[in-house]
């Protein structure tokens, strides 16, 4: 047995919100997640997002291999389309930063671009008192996804709403408000896998009361990609 072996997929698709946007979940997704946690355990982690509030290392190339391999298989499962290959990028990530350090981009859902072919891919590999991602609809436009077609009017109308409202306090996002409400929020099991579009808009769902150290056996760790069919 390797150390990022699976076990065999059983997906459900949850369609959320009024756009019933599919998010995909699975349980148990390692065979063995307490190696995959120690292999986490010896990368050295960095700063290399400016909007992630936390630390993250590449993973290694087999894992993103097997990541791979199981976007594909999941999508397929779940649009009855013939399987095909898919690439993509990952990282094991740690939420680090205080509320009181975040950024006001930081304190608002976001989305991960406009390439509605993307797919984002979140495990969560931690025991802690945080959840898992959260779901969010924009209030004033009503949009759960933001597309390229739709982002100058949500840009608009976010930017009319803070200079309305103001932002939300220096803190994790909870209910999303007074620009958006929450309309779902993953498990956060630990060794459970979610597959969503990279155009929903989402956060990570963390409590404010809970500490968050910069220590992959103690803190919010999870492994995160982007994927996309490969050319």
Known sequence: MTTFEQNPLEPTAIPI?????????????FKTPELVVEAASSHRYAYINPHYPGIRASVEAGLLAGLCEAVSDLVATHSGAEKRDWIGRAWYSIVT???ERLTPIQRLPHFDGFDESQLAVMIYLNQTKHGGTGFYRHLSTGFERVTEARYPSYKTALETGVQKSGLPPAQYIEDGAPHFEKIFESDASFNSLILYPGTILHSGAINNQVELPADSKTGRLTINGFFRPAQ
């Open 17 to 29: 919100g009024v756009e019933q946007t599919q998010i995909v979940q699975v349980s148990d997704f």
């Open 97 to 99: 930063h205080p509320k």
